[in-house]
């Protein structure tokens, strides 16, 4: 069965901060992952995904097979990306059912 | 793009009453319909999903169930309410069967069960 785990729950950085958010996958076909965010008072909305190997708003994610891993990284992290992420996994069947990961709440101290 | 539209937007219902919450989506024909729940602390759990009309499949067991009676319409329902299913619901969509499709959100229902 495919999991996705998110260890940390809640992570505050200060503003011009590295920022790091972990995703760990557990799925035996080939994986695709997304990153979804979710600002305050805004809907879900994908943010990037693995194939497309994006950077956007600043944020890139290497997807690491040796790993199993979809870390979320950000260089210098703004208070305007304080908000809950939740990495994704697309499943391969004909539905395309995304499996969520129980979501980091990101804060970006001043 | 799609736009999905949900209501209510927040709903307050005592135990043992019925549920109906909505979901409606433009922008988009025979699309892939999701219901997630989004509790505390446990993230997002798919409950169901749809391929079309009529077809709806269970990702577990529980007192919800859906319909599909249109295909831009996705409905979540209860009969008789438990303390339990109390959450914020979101309804999904994806445009279809590309390996790089992405899901697009509704606002969400906010419902709380007393």
């Known amino acids: 069965a495919q999991r996705v785990t998110q260890p940390e729950k809640l992570l505050s950085v200060f503003k011009g901060a590295p920022v790091e958010l972990k995703c760990n996958y557990s799925?035996?076909?080939?994986?695709?992952l997304f990153w979804y965010v979710q600002y305050s008072r805004q809907r879900l909305q994908l943010l990037l995904r693995h194939i497309s190997r994006e950077s956007i708003k600043g944020f890139t994610a290497d997807l690491n097979k040796g790993e199993t891993s979809f870390h979320l990284k950000k260089p210098f992290a703004q208070e305007e990306d304080s908000a809950m992420y939740y990495c994704a996994l697309h499943s391969s069947g004909s539905a395309r059912q995304l499996t969520f990961g129980s979501g980091t709440q990101l804060t970006v101290l001043p | 793009s799609q736009t999905i539209h949900q209501w209510p937007a927040t709903l307050v219902q005592p135990v043992g009453s019925p549920l109906s919450l909505e979901c409606t989506v433009e922008g988009t024909s025979n699309p892939n319909l999701y219901w997630y729940r989004q509790a505390a602390g446990r993230g997002l759990q798919l409950l169901f999903y749809s391929v079309g009309i009529g077809q709806i499949s269970s990702e577990v067991p529980q007192n919800l169930s859906a319909s599909r009676p249109q295909d831009r319409q996705f409905i979540l329902s209860s009969k008789k309410l438990l303390l339990s299913d109390s959450g914020f619901y979101l309804c999904?969509?994806?445009?279809?069967?590309?390996?790089?499709?992405?899901?697009?959100f509704g606002p969400g229902t906010r419902l709380t069960v007393l």
């Open positions: 799925y035996s076909g080939s994986p695709e």
């Open positions: 999904a969509a994806s445009p279809g069967l590309s390996s790089t499709d992405t899901q697009y």
